[in-house]
């Protein structure tokens, strides 16, 4: 089992930054990946970054690519998402997920973002 709580959501102003932040505990050596993940209302859920766990290599969706940056820190087991250039758009409920295989099995309860216009 791995437990995921997500922090730091909130609400800023359009071209703004805001930092999520991950942290897993339980049986955190089983993991190939961590992800984060967004649905915004009425939409379905999206991908919107993940990490290697073994090797931090990161992945994004082209949505986000250049604004966002996902991190990872090893020793304390968390995982960030740090997030520039805040849009409108961006506002949606923020869940990180770990990936056991192919397969994202664990999910966090999720963090709201608002980006106010």
């Known amino acids: 089992q791995v437990q995921l709580v997500e922090s730091g959501g909130g609400l800023v102003q359009a071209g703004g930054s805001l930092r999520l932040s991950c942290a897993a505990s339980g049986r955190t050596f089983t993991l190939s990946a961590v992800g984060w993940f967004r649905q915004a209302p009425g939409k379905e859920r999206e991908f919107v970054a993940r990490?290697?766990?073994?090797?931090?290599?990161?992945y994004y969706a082209n949505s986000v690519k250049g604004r966002f940056t996902i991190s990872r820190d090893n020793a304390k087991n968390t995982i960030d998402l740090q997030m520039n250039s805040l849009k409108p758009e961006d506002t949606a409920v923020y869940s990180c997920a770990a990936r056991i295989g192919n397969v994202f099995n664990y999910w966090g309860q999720g963090t709201q973002v608002t980006v106010s216009s």
């Open positions: 990490i290697t766990w073994s090797d931090g290599t990161p």
